[in-house]
């Protein structure tokens, strides 16, 4: 049975945009919010977590020392004294810093899903926030810790890095869909 011409109007309104672009009729959804929060906010957490390491070796000479400092949230003054690879501080660190960056993430993700516009701008500005809060809002016990670890460039470098990862999870999204 040979099918009937669409109006053209409704040809355009099924045809995909540009990479990033949301539909109209497509509504907000926080399951795709956390979902995406996940892998964007994964990405983040390693990448920043690279960048601290990094930044501790060169700094203190002790490669976990900047993620042990974030278990300070669990086990307070000492955890900004570790400097070797433990469960007690380095996987509690890094589960803090983990669940730190999907928190963030899930704001970015958010933001994306109803303005999908200018994502590299976007992440940044969290990534900017993340900092005020860390810094400038919560007591120093729940700040990331790692500030006691590496210098201030470090400090930049790493927020840095976790906007790179939030957007670089934004642009994989993208490659997969083509």
Known sequence: MPRRPQPSHQRRSQQAGPPGHQHAHQPFSWTRVFRRALVSGSLASVVSTAVIMAWSRRVDGATPAGTNAASQWVWDRPARRARGWTWRHTAVGYAIHHASSVFWATM????RQRHPTRPLAKASAVATLAYVVDY??????LSPGFEHR????????TYAAF?????????HRRGLRR
């Open 150 to 157: 590496i210098a201030r460039p470090g400090m930049l470098t």
């Open 163 to 171: 906007a790179l990862g939030l957007y670089l999870a934004g642009l």
């Open 108 to 111: 970015f993700e958010a933001w």
């Open 136 to 141: 400038h809002v919560v007591p120093p016990r």
